[in-house]
């Protein structure tokens, strides 16, 4: 091998040498140091930092929900007949007793008719059969009428008694047919889509109905928790803080304000989930029957909670930790989150009210490193999910710990 070639081979095995140990660096600093912390890059920075607080936090359980209405009625005619009327339009909302449909009443006031001509009919041979046999009973004491004869004439009285009672039942049934003829709205609500138009002719119980009243005033949500949240509910169940509230797909607030009416009493074994109900008064018909929402099962309100925002958490190897400010210096602090709420942490340890932690992370922040804090406000949180914009669930075993 010639004498000048080795110190180009030397050079060439050096160079490499220092790009593996730069590239090693590199990695070693973003995978972090000791603990899993980023190691020193800087000596100081500008920092955005807030003060602990400590705040009263709902506890929320989510969950898929759908609008059902707490009352339906497919209205159907009981008599068939042209249909002569129609009071209301299409999507109106009706009270319950109003008036909606009028069947051509003329061939049942006929009957009507029939039927009470038929009963005056017999009313007035009952009449006369009965004076017939309160002269028979007399003149049979004289011996002028056979004891036979007076027994046929106190019978024939019993049937034209017998005969008025069916008279009268034929004109009641009739009275009620006649009744039939106008349809009235069996429940407040509603109305859907109209099945006929004046002019057709209907059927009794007819299996297409005449209109679909839906009561949405109060209303029900449906929805279902995973088993695993049932403790949590039952621990919370009678809370005075407890509240549904109900969110549009795409996150707006929808109504607010539901009481917990219905727990299921089995769990169902596909999906693993128990199914619950909200009512609602609903008054200003803000959910519909059918939609789908998100539901937010407020159980209750946990004060004197340590929170810190979402952006100041930092994971690493061994656990979450954050940066705190003391004397002016960073230092590294290893926290424990027990759950979220809205875009804040709740804290189980690790910190307390006053210290001042970094909220916004430069890329180069390190324990100890000298920087300037510019200090700012704390956000108070609502104690109700209803000005929330997002809010995570709390699982099972955060709310025990």
Do not use: C
């Not at 008694?161 to 349809?183: P, S, V």
């Amino acid at each position: 091998m010639p004498a000048g070639r080795l110190p180009v081979r030397w050079i060439v095995v050096a160079a490499v040498v220092v790009v593996i140990g730069l590239a090693a660096w590199r990695l070693a600093g973003r995978l972090g140091g000791q603990g899993g912390h980023p190691p020193r890059t800087r000596d100081t920075m500008d920092v955005d930092a807030v003060r602990v607080s400590r705040q009263s936090v709902p506890l929320v359980l989510h969950a898929a929900g759908s609008v059902q209405t707490f009352h339906s009625v497919a209205v159907r005619p009981q008599v068939g007949g042209v249909l002569d009327k129609v009071l209301f339009n299409e999507g109106d909302e009706v009270k319950a007793g109003q008036l909606l449909f009028v069947i051509d009443p003329k061939p049942y006031e006929v009957q009507v008719a029939q039927a009470r001509g038929q009963l005056e009919e017999d009313k007035a041979k009952l009449a006369s059969d009965r004076a017939n046999a309160e002269r028979s009973a007399r003149l049979v004491k004289q011996g002028y009428v056979s004891g036979q004869d007076n027994q046929n004439a106190q019978a024939l009285v019993g049937q034209d008694q017998g005969k008025l009672a069916a008279d009268q039942a034929a004109l009641d049934q009739a009275q009620l047919q006649l009744g039939y003829t106008k349809i009235r709205a069996p429940i407040s609500g509603k109305t859907g889509a109209l099945a006929y138009k004046t002019g057709n002719l209907l059927q009794a119980n007819d299996t297409t109905p005449l209109v679909t009243i839906n009561q949405i005033s109060p209303i029900h949500v449906q929805f279902d928790i995973p088993q695993s949240q049932i403790d949590t509910l039952q621990r919370y169940r009678n809370d005075p803080a407890l509240n549904v509230f109900v969110r549009s797909p795409g996150g707006a607030l929808v109504a607010t304000n539901g009481k917990l009416v219905f727990i299921d009493n089995s769990i169902n074994q596909g999906s693993g989930t128990l199914t619950l109900k909200a009512e609602f008064t609903n008054s200003r018909h803000q959910l519909w029957p059918g939609e789908l929402v998100h539901v937010e099962l407020q159980l209750t309100v946990q004060p004197d909670l340590v929170v810190i925002p979402n952006t100041a958490v930092q994971p690493g190897q061994q656990g979450d930790y954050v940066y705190v400010i003391d004397n002016g210096k960073v230092a590294v602090r290893d926290i424990k989150v027990l759950r979220q709420y809205e875009n804040y942490a709740v804290i189980g340890q690790g910190l307390d009210s006053g210290d001042k932690v970094v909220v916004h992370i430069p890329r180069d922040l390190h324990e100890g490193l000298a920087v300037r804090t510019n200090l700012m406000p704390n956000v108070t949180l609502t104690a109700s999910a209803a000005s929330a914009s997002t809010v995570t669930a709390a699982s099972a075993s955060s709310a025990r710990g």
